[in-house]
């Protein structure tokens, strides 16, 4: 005996036990390419946020190093707390300010190290920042 609806089950069957191992695979390979883009963004995102808190400090820094009258010592030194307390690898002396009655300029140039356990590779970052006197 043949029932009609047997043949369409015995294919429907056979086309899912064929496809079961592509999707294994693909779940797999999109895994893979999730975790390793979790593991850049930890390494290559913070390096980016010290940057721009930095630049915003050294833009705070030169605004109100006019009004405030600071030194070069004074503003090198708050500079440089801000550095440490971003960990970023520079040093006091790297630090450049330029002060006068009409402008304060102040710039940093360094380098942070970056190990991608494959890869390894260095990030130039320089900010910099000036502001002038509107007297």
């Not at 090198?76 to 300010?97: C, G, S, T």
């Not at 300029?105 to 910099?128: C, G, M, R």
């Given at each position: 005996m043949?029932?009609?609806?047997?043949?369409?089950?015995?294919?429907?069957?056979?086309?899912?036990?064929?496809?079961?191992?592509?999707?294994?695979l693909?779940?797999?390979?999109?895994?893979?390419?999730?975790v390793?883009g979790?593991?850049?963004?930890?390494?290559?995102?913070?390096?980016y946020?010290?940057?721009?808190q930095?630049?915003?400090?050294?833009?705070?820094?030169?605004?109100?190093?006019?009004?405030?009258?600071y030194?070069?010592?004074?503003i090198?030194?708050?500079?440089f707390?801000?550095?440490q307390?971003?960990?970023?690898?520079?040093?006091?002396?790297?630090i450049?300010?330029?002060?006068?009655?009409?402008l304060?300029?102040?710039?940093?140039?360094?380098?942070?190290?970056v190990?991608?356990?494959?890869?390894?590779?260095?990030?130039?970052?320089?900010p910099?920042?000036?502001?002038k006197?509107?007297?």
């Amino acid at each position: 005996m043949h029932f009609a609806g047997t043949h369409k089950r015995n294919s429907i069957t056979q086309r899912r036990c064929s496809q079961r191992g592509e999707g294994k695979l693909k779940a797999i390979v999109f895994t893979a390419i999730i975790v390793v883009g979790i593991f850049l963004a930890f390494k290559l995102v913070p390096p980016y946020v010290a940057e721009y808190q930095l630049q915003d400090k050294m833009q705070e820094m030169a605004r109100f190093g006019i009004v405030n009258r600071y030194s070069e010592e004074q503003i090198r030194d708050n500079m440089f707390k801000v550095v440490q307390d971003l960990d970023i690898p520079a040093k006091r002396e790297d630090i450049k300010v330029s002060v006068s009655q009409a402008l304060v300029k102040v710039s940093l140039e360094y380098t942070v190290p970056v190990d991608l356990l494959v890869y390894s590779t260095e990030l130039h970052f320089s900010p910099s920042s000036e502001n002038k006197s509107i007297m």
